[in-house]
């Protein structure tokens, strides 16, 4: 019988399917008696240049910064929101004002005490006007009312979902301290990337293209919290070396598809590493491909549409990826059993037949040598994934006459170009999927975000129904309405796609079994670690 790449991987005693999380894990994990100190080294596979989460959403940003920066809510081991500095919640009948009570003898690092003049500053002053995500969640966000110090009113003019709130707020919630940036330019602060947070971890350097490192905090709000002594955070581009200092024992931690997959397939049957999806199901993702639609070629949907048909994923999966993950219904996963439209089918597959019409129709007939039109793809690379599938397509489209040129930037020069300089055709990358598509997922969508935010709909494209949905699906409190509206919103989106949402698969992390507490909730990667541990040797 033939076994698929897919299934050998994913036979692997440590490695379990995006979704399936395991409810008696934590309570195994605790079970252990824990030791402080010791010295956590985490590989990053690629720098952002930034330390803020209240400024950017990013899992490369949070897998440092979250435990350094606390947001008002972050999921539990249940899966649940649960309070880190917020304590209650409440939302009126209208769902106008959401009221959140705050954890109080909370200390900034530098002393100062966290208040919700913090909170009010964070969601109005960078959630609201600078953070990627958060401009379009909080885009009806009037106003956020300090009645004392432990208390933060948050007034909408349309409602907020609490439910959705709530989820949104475990990415798009860190607080930052307002003494430190208000009256600053909040884009050049120099806290941005030498943070000052709550958390249990205290910022102590950051060497650009090398290391960040945080220590613990002894005035942390969780008596006898945290474990460890430090974090070291190292940027291994080379994933291959990356490897190799896990095996070597100079790394503990790779996360989010940090090594080569061919390394994960080889790693999973040795015992010292757990290869695992567990503690990272909040964070589903898709291989995206933008189009810029200011390109003229790329305005003309039959265009877009012809590309799409140009990509055999399927084969890309199963060839280059292992056959992890499979090919995109949509901007909604399947594993989103809330809002995942019923009859979902992938909208553009493989005909490379109709592709060629498509671009006939539109005009462009193949010229000299074949050549219809030439286009630049911008890979943000997240991934080894990512230079594979910009090479696998621009392999595709040659195929129907339309050559591409790759360009080849750091991830940093590679935003830049794409989000703030709109200086691409196409552009693929990730999008993650974080529980509910108004979190992180509409954004890509929606018109209005700040130029120069990342991961949002920067194509020069907008389309007054498909806004009009996103702002009404956000603010309906009635959970089949909601549903109703945005299986409407992934026809409507499917039909124009100015971005391509091309696989859906899940992320997985590589950790020496010598770290203990690990992966116990499903967003852990991007979690606190206050409760984290080391085993001695």
Known sequence: MRITRREALLSGAGLMLAGAWPASHAAAQAAATPRKGGVLTVHLGSEQRILNPALRAS?????????????????GT?????????????????????????????????????????????AMEQWKV???????????????DTPDEHTAVFRYSRPMPLDLLLRALCDLGYIVPKHVFAGSNVLENPANTAPIGTGPYKFVEYQRGQYVIAERNPDYWRQGFPYLDRI????????????????????????????PLADLDRLKSDERFEVSTRGVEANVFNNTLEFNTRRKELSDVRVRRAIVHAIDVPFFLENFLYGLGKPAT???????????????????????????????????????GGIRFTLRIVPIQNGEDVPLLATFIQQSLQQVGIRVEIVQLDIAG????????????????????????AVSTTVWYRSGSPKGAPWTNQYGWQSEKVDALIDQAASELDPAKRRALYAEWVKAVNEEIPVAMLT???FYAVTSRKVQNHHTSPRWDSGDWHDTWLQPG
């Not at 958060?134 to 009806?140: K, S």
């Not at 901007?331 to 995942?340: A, G, V």
């Not at 089918?345 to 037949?353: F, G, L, R, S």
């Not at 709109?422 to 999008?431: E, K, Q």
């Open 232 to 259: 070291v955070w190292r940027f291994i581009t080379d994933r291959s070396a990356a490897t190799a200092a896990l095996e070597t024992g100079s790394v503990q931690i790779s996360a989010y598809n940090g090594l």
């Open 414 to 437: 590679a935003l830049t170009a794409v989000y703030r300089d709109w200086n691409f055709d196409l552009a693929t990358g990730w999008h993650q999927y974080r529980g509910d598509p």
């Open 330 to 368: 949509g901007p909604i996963p399947s594993l989103s059993t809330d809002f995942y439209p019923a009859d979902s089918a992938v909208p553009y597959p493989y005909d490379k037949a109709k592709a060629e019409a498509l671009l006939d129709e539109a005009g462009y007939k193949r010229g000299a």
């Open 130 to 144: 600078h953070l990627n995500y958060g401009t379009t969640l909080q885009l009806y966000l009037d106003a956020v």
């Open 59 to 75: 899992t490369g940003v949070y897998v440092i910064t979250s435990k350094i920066i606390e947001p008002l809510v972050d999921l």
């Open 504 to 506: 859906e698969r899940p």
């Open 78 to 122: 249940s899966g649940r929101p649960e309070g880190v500095l917020a304590t209650s919640w409440d939302a009126s009948e209208d769902g106008k004002t959401i009221t959140f009570k705050l954890r109080e003898g909370v200390k900034w690092h530098d002393g100062k005490p966290f208040t919700s003049a913090d909170v009010q500053y964070s």
